[in-house]
């Protein structure tokens, strides 16, 4: 049932209390739900708690429901995003009782006496009209998943490195049984024992195109957050999962896998001849590769452009030369912003700078096709400046998608 006016208005009328206790109110959500209920953190990112993104993330997310409480509608985007990652990580309609009791409490502790019964009422109200739309869209995409909802166990067949600090690894399921299909730029949650005794599953995009007989994925050393005193440089909060992959995970070693996910793909059941342009940074490469393998597998005539930037080193440099050397079709400008002594401009890379998409060839970018579709990437802030270039040439947003891995945006939130 919707809420009445009144109770919408009295959500939208937390807002203000929101923007300056809403860090305080999740905070205090997770500490008491995850001290009564510590089998959730079979669920929760621990990284991502240490370093308060969780909490920030959970913040913007209530802020942006009570924003859009008569509008939920422009909200689906996002929980489409929200509902992949949630099966993702196994999360079912159980576990919204328990995060609806703690959160609800958390408004009270927090706001006292401004979180009156009727707000409370209200809010109650509101968080399971939001459950029960991500329950009954989950149910689809658990459909979807058919016999495969839970974690499978995989061994790790080979590991190959791609640069210095990043690693592909090719994953072979223990029952030897077919993988299913699933659409290039999506990703799979990987589980794994952490020294605190939980388990924790990060999201990984498939590299590769699809094969009935193993998947993979490539990972890139994750140093955390880089902070530099009078003394010296170091970094906060590495990342768990990734680094425990490259460092412990050899051939031979066992993990968990979960179906296939993502609302980030290039929908193969559509057979568009456009062009697609592919602008990825660092290890936002690897959803890149399973699009590029997969149409030059699939659709060998259609035009590509692949724009990268690193720092150094370039992921499946030679794997991208011998795709550009078997298809006229798919070209690539390459960016790097340290380039090594022994690259050579205009054969190793394009240009010695930050990516700055002004500086593609006009027939790379595309931008006079007015059905190319544009797939991006990378850190967050690089995606955000590389969608709003686009836009700013007149391409359509339904034209331009891009991945989000952070924590945020509507998720119970990979390092």
Known sequence: MALTYQQSKLVRDTIPALREHGEQITTTFYKSMLRDHPELNNYFNSVNQKNGRQPRALTSVILSFASNINHISELIPKFERMCNKHCSLGIRPEHYEIVGKYLLRAFGDVLGSAMTP???????????????????????????????????KFKIDRVVPETDDMYSFYLVPEDRKKLPRFFPGQYT??????????????????????????????????????????????????????????????????????????????????????????????????PMIAIANTIAKTQPARPISWIHGSRQSVPFKAHVAQLRRDNPNFRTTVFKTQPADSDVVGVTYDHGFRMDLAKIEPQDLHLQNNGAEYYICGPEQFMLDMSDYLKAQGVPPARIKFELFSTGDLAFKHS
């Open 118 to 152: 009727a707000v409370f009422a209200a809010w109650e109200k509101a968080y399971w009209v939001l459950a029960k739309m991500l329950i009954g869209r989950e149910a689809q995409l658990y459909k979807d998943f058919e016999s495969w909802t839970g974690w499978r």
């Open 189 to 286: 949650s990987i589980r794994v024992s952490s020294p605190e005794g939980y388990m924790q599953a990060r999201q990984y995009s498939l590299s590769d195109a699809w094969r009935e007989d193993y998947y993979r994925i490539s990972v890139k050393r994750d140093e955390g957050a880089r902070y530099t005193n009078s003394v010296s440089k170091s970094y906060r909060n590495p990342g768990l999962v990734s680094n425990m992959l490259i460092d412990t995970m050899a051939a031979g070693s066992v993990v968990e896998l979960s179906h296939p996910a993502g609302d980030f793909f290039l929908d193969v059941d559509n057979t568009s001849a456009m062009p697609l342009v592919l602008i990825s940074a660092g290890v936002g490469v690897t």
